[in-house]
C-alpha cells in the first residue's frame, strides 16, 4: 500500500492534477492492536499527503474508519468486534458526502469514522494516556466519567500496582491483583468494569478470543511493567 502510492506519488508530480486521493485507515491514526504494518503503511499515506501539500501539489488522505454493506470489515465477527468496542460501520452515503468534502478540504489528511467515544475512549485510556484522544469533549468527558485503571495501577512500568501490594497480606495482594486482571479484561471487552468479568469464568467464556487475547496480554504488561 505504502509503495503504490509512493509510485503514485512520483509518476504524476510533473501534472496538474485536481485531485490525489489516498484511502487511509483510522488503524494508523489510532492504532489498532494486531495491525501494526498495516498502522504504519496507513501512517506513510498521510505523511505522503501532508508532503505533497507542502510542495504545492494536490493531495488529501482519508483515514477510514469500517464501512457498511460490503466494506473489509463487514465480516460479522469483525463488525461485532469493532462495535462492541465503539467503532460503527460508516453508511456508504454518509461516506460518499464526506469524502466529497474531504477532497475540497484545506487539511491533507483528515479521519472519518463513526465512533461511539464513550465506548470506546475508556478502555483505549486504560493502561495509558492518550492525549490525542482526550482532546476532545466527549472523549474525555467519559474517560472522567469511567475513572480510566490507569489511574490506579500506573502507566506501564508496574509502579503503581507495586505500590498498591507493598505492606498487604498474601490474601489482600490476590484481591488487589484478581481485580487489576478483571478491569483490563473489562476494558479489552468493551465492558462497563470489573463487575461484568465473573473471576470464576473462563476468559474463552467471555468472548476473548485470538486477538483479544493478544490485547488483553498488552495491557496485563502495561499494568504490571511485565512481560
Known amino acids: 500500500k505504502a509503495l503504490g502510492a509512493l509510485h503514485l506519488d512520483e509518476l504524476t508530480r510533473d501534472r496538474d492534477l485536481d485531485a490525489f486521493v489516498l484511502f487511509s485507515s483510522i488503524a494508523g491514526t489510532l492504532g489498532t492492536s494486531g495491525q501494526g504494518n498495516y498502522a504504519a503503511a496507513n501512517a506513510f499515506l498521510d505523511a505522503l ?3 505533497r ?7 488529501t488522505s482519508i483515514a477510514w ?3 457498511a454493506d460490503g466494506g473489509m470489515a463487514d465480516e460479522e465477527i469483525v463488525a461485532w468486534r469493532m462495535h462492541r468496542g ?14 466529497q468534502r474531504a477532497v475540497g478540504a ?3 489528511a483528515i479521519m472519518v469514522a463513526d465512533i461511539h467515544w464513550g465506548e470506546y475512549a475508556p478502555p483505549f485510556t486504560m493502561t495509558r494516556p ?4 482526550e482532546s476532545l469533549p466527549e472523549a474525555r468527558a467519559a474517560v472522567e466519567g469511567a475513572g480510566a485503571a490507569s489511574e490506579r495501577f500506573g502507566r506501564g512500568d508496574g509502579s503503581g500496582l507495586r505500590h498498591q501490594l507493598t505492606g498487604l497480606t498474601p490474601a489482600e495482594q490476590e484481591r488487589v491483583l484478581l481485580e487489576m486482571v478483571r478491569l483490563c479484561a473489562a476494558g479489552v ?3 462497563s468494569g470489573a463487575s461484568a468479568v465473573p473471576a470464576e469464568r473462563a476468559f474463552r467464556d467471555l468472548g476473548v478470543d485470538s486477538l483479544t487475547a493478544v490485547e488483553l496480554r498488552g495491557t496485563l504488561a502495561m499494568a504490571t511493567g511485565v512481560p
Open 65 to 67: 474508519g469500517p464501512w
Open 49 to 51: 499527503a501532508e508532503r
Open 130 to 133: 492518550s492525549p490525542f484522544i
Open 86 to 99: 465503539g467503532v460503527l460501520p460508516l453508511q456508504p452515503d454518509l461516506g460518499i458526502l464526506a469524502l
Open 106 to 108: 484545506p487539511r491533507p
Open 53 to 59: 501539500r507542502t510542495a504545492g501539489l494536490a493531495a
Open 189 to 191: 471487552l468493551g465492558y
